[in-house]
């Protein structure tokens, strides 16, 4: 069945700090790809998406590329910022569904 | 851009009582609404899937009957927790999508049953 694999938190980090959350993924057919994150206290919001192979998902400095050959979108951003730090998680959606299927979320901590 | 909102952000209750939470999406027409179930620390686990004027479609393992969903409308749906007990105590979230495959998540309900 389909799956997302999120690398396990905590990621703790110090401000401008480079930053990548490592996402893989299984499925059948061509799925579209996810970040949300979480703030504290607060509901999911969409970071950025990709809908096919090749495609770079871009949002607040945070980038991630669709790989079809590895499977995998992984999350990056240049330099961190204390208010990136929250839950992030990797998702995915099969074609002609729905259904978001989520890794286990990472949590990032950004020092001063 | 897309909201969803949640009433009641969080709630107590008793054991044995019933709550509603209600989902709404403030400006645009959810076609869709899921419902899903947050344990501390864990990624989200969907409950059930929801379209306007149709019963709900419950993931494997989640009791009907103990979470009735309703979704009367393109802008409400409400989740029913019958007979809560202590071990229904969780994050409850909701999101909503319209003609595109975007999900747009609600803030979630905090339940606590005593």
């Known amino acids: 069945g389909n799956s997302v694999t999120q690398m396990e938190g905590p990621v703790t980090l110090s401000e401008e700090a480079f930053l990548t959350i490592n996402c893989t993924y299984t499925a059948t057919g061509y799925p579209s790809l996810f970040w949300y994150v979480q703030y504290p206290g607060e509901g999911l919001q969409l970071l950025l998406k990709a809908t096919k192979a090749d495609d770079k998902g871009s949002n607040k400095g945070f980038e991630a590329t669709y790989r079809k050959e590895t499977t995998s979108f992984h999350l990056e951003k240049g330099s961190v910022q204390v208010s990136d730090s929250a839950v992030y998680f990797c998702?995915?959606?099969?074609?002609?569904?729905?259904?978001?299927?989520f890794g286990t979320g990472t949590r990032l901590q950004v020092f001063p | 851009g897309a909201v969803v909102s949640q009433h009641p952000s969080w709630v107590i209750c008793k054991s044995g009582t019933s709550v509603k939470i209600e989902c709404r999406s403030l400006?645009?027409?959810?076609?869709?609404m899921f419902w899903y179930r947050q344990f501390p620390k864990q990624s989200l686990m969907l409950m059930a899937t929801?379209?306007?004027?149709?019963?709900?479609?419950?993931e494997q393992g989640v009791e009907k009957d103990k979470f009735l969903i309703n979704h009367a409308s393109l802008t409400l749906s409400t989740l029913t927790v019958t007979s809560a007990h202590p071990e229904d105590s969780s994050f409850y979230i909701c999101?909503?999508?319209?003609?595109?495959?975007?999900?747009?998540f609600g803030p979630g309900t905090r339940l606590l049953v005593l």
């Open positions: 999101s909503a999508s319209g003609n595109q495959e975007t999900q747009y």
């Open positions: 929801s379209n306007e004027g149709s019963k709900a479609t419950y």
């Open positions: 998702a995915l959606t099969s074609p002609n569904t729905d259904k978001l299927i």
């Open positions: 400006d645009f027409q959810a076609t869709t």
